[in-house]
């Protein structure tokens, strides 16, 4: 699905990670944890072709990122889910809407059954006339998820998506996204919250990747 | 192509996207109009010149008057002599006395119709019309001083000439002014634009995110625009197309001034304003739309 080989990364201030080599099978489930600012945003960034590395090289669905052009950029989003932890909605447009963008820039209608069922599954079903700025953290970040899933994506990145919501609607979060792994989706969540870590461990076969002086490392039992 | 034809289709969806800016909006609609209410003056200026240069330069079709000068029992004896002068000058088409009602009728406009031209010593006058190539004018000076002393050549062609240069040229002044203005709306279209795209740049970031393509995103900015435009213009082209209907009408005793306006198929013409005024909205808000999507990723 997604490759880095000796992939390193310079913002210009130092390298921000360096040698990284990973591999995400497809239906895989990883977390990615480190303190803040050690680059588990721009991992994901590279992993969505937002960003390019500075050495190495990172492949997406086989293709390597230096050779998409931007309509091929464009085409593999429409295959990576992104869930963010500020969500990033159109807060002029209402919450069904925003939902169904991804539909909406590739030119498909969506399925009005479909989108209540998949509102209804994060438990939005009543909110979809609501506008972003009018719902919760929690409200968001669910409704940040159906956005991301809703063009059927093989791969679903989830950059912080508990930072903003109560452990309880943490571990909401945590349910689909383990759901959406045995449907088969391959999944990487970069957060620095142990504890759904640990949680998610009794749920799932989940790796646990640690960013550690620039490089990333399989985290052992001590977390 | 494809550009235009996706222009022409309506996508709501699409056009949902961006929200709406009201500032860049009233800015470009206001500007097309402004522009395009100028442009239809330009135009009449233009086209009324045009006339005027036309109307001139067939005035200078090559005529010329003699006007002869002389006691009243010489005047058919210089006039005769004139004539056959004339009448062996290469350069020369034909020449004729005009009689005294063609003279009565110069004069009425100033004196009146009942001038008693018998009574009076006026000047005869010689029509003549220039052949191709033309006569010279000073040797014909030189004849005229030999062999008609009291005849004078009034050689009015000369002095219309750069009347009919100018009239050109205040037309070409017209067809600048209309390209000028069509660069301006450019300009203004394109700053409108670059505020809308800065000011939706987290509008765009998110579609990039969901796996919009850029011409996906350029659409959306490029219709908007352009139908601004073609709106604004066409507010402009009618309300000064008004303003020109309603302008005095051309007559003999007004000259050029009352003759600024439209004639027949010349009304037509400002009507091409707002299609032009949305081909370089559509121009401007690409070129500025995807200038700024190179620099995201």
């Known amino acids: ?223 | 192509m494809n550009a235009l034809k996706s222009l022409l289709t309506p996508d709501r969806q699409a056009a949902r996207v961006v929200p709406p800016t009201g500032f860049t909006a009233q800015l470009t609609l206001f500007t097309s109009a402004a522009m395009a209410f100028l442009a239809v003056f330009a135009l009449a200026l233009s086209l009324a010149s045009g006339r005027l240069a036309d109307r001139w330069s067939s005035a200078l079709a090559g005529t010329a008057t003699i006007r002869i000068s002389a006691p009243a029992e010489q005047m058919d004896t210089q006039v005769a002599a004139v004539l056959a002068l004339l009448g062996t000058t290469p350069g020369v088409a034909s020449a004729r006395a005009l009689d005294q009602a063609e003279q009565r009728a110069l004069l009425e406009p100033w004196f009146g119709p009942d001038l008693p031209v018998d009574a009076l010593p006026l000047p005869r006058l010689i029509e003549l019309t220039e052949g191709n190539p033309g006569y010279d004018g000073e040797g014909l000076r030189q004849r005229l001083l030999a062999e008609a002393p009291g005849a004078v050549l009034d050689d009015h062609t000369r002095w219309r000439r750069p009347l009919a240069v100018a009239a050109s040229r205040l037309r070409l002044l017209g067809l600048v002014s209309i390209i000028l203005i069509a660069g301006a709306t450019g300009a203004m279209i394109t700053l409108a634009a670059n505020a809308a795209l800065s000011a939706n740049l987290p509008v765009i970031k998110v579609l990039r995110l969901v796996g919009a393509k850029d011409s996906y995103i350029v659409r959306a900015f490029v219709r908007r625009f352009t139908l601004r435009a073609l709106s604004g213009a066409a507010i402009g082209t009618v309300l000064a197309m008004i303003g020109v209907a309603i302008l005095p009408r051309a007559d003999d005793a007004g000259g050029f001034l009352t003759g600024l306006g439209f004639q027949g198929f010349g009304w037509l013409l400002p009507l091409l304003l707002p299609p032009l005024a949305g081909v370089v909205a559509f121009a401007a808000t690409r070129i500025a739309a995807f200038r700024t999507l190179k620099g995201l990723t």
């Not at chain 1, 990973?22 to 588990?40: I, M, N």
């Not at chain 1, 963008?101 to 059954?113: I, K, Q």
């Not at chain 1, 309880?168 to 919250?193: C, F, P, Q, Y």
Request: hydrophobic share 40%; aromatic share 4%; charged share 20%.
């Open chain 1, 1 to 223: 699905m997604i490759a880095f080989e000796n992939v390193a990364y310079n913002y210009g201030g130092g390298e921000l990670l360096s040698e990284v080599n990973l591999r995400l099978a497809p239906g895989s489930f990883h977390f990615l944890t480190g303190p803040s600012g050690s680059g588990k945003s721009t991992f994901l960034k590279l992993s969505y072709a937002e960003l390019q590395p500075t050495a190495g090289r990172v492949t997406i669905f086989d293709r390597e990122v230096r050779s998409l052009t931007r309509d091929d950029v464009a085409m593999t989003r429409r295959r990576v889910g992104v869930v963010h932890q500020d969500c990033q909605f159109l807060d002029h447009l209402p919450l069904a809407a925003n939902v169904t963008l991804p539909l909406t820039v590739a030119g498909r209608n969506s399925d009005p059954r479909d989108l209540s069922d998949l509102l209804g599954w994060v438990g939005l079903g009543h909110l979809g006339d609501a506008k972003p700025p009018s719902l919760s953290g929690g409200e968001r970040q669910r409704a940040a998820l159906a956005r991301a899933i809703i063009m059927g994506p093989d791969v679903i990145l989830a950059d912080e998506p508990t930072g903003n919501v109560d452990w309880e609607m943490s571990l909401r979060l945590l349910t689909l996204l383990v759901e959406l792994n045995k449907m088969g989706k391959t999944i990487l969540v970069a957060t620095h919250d142990l504890n759904l870590i640990r949680q998610a461990k009794s749920q799932v076969a989940a790796r646990v990747l640690r960013i550690k002086n620039r490089r990333i490392q399989l985290a052992g039992a001590d977390l």
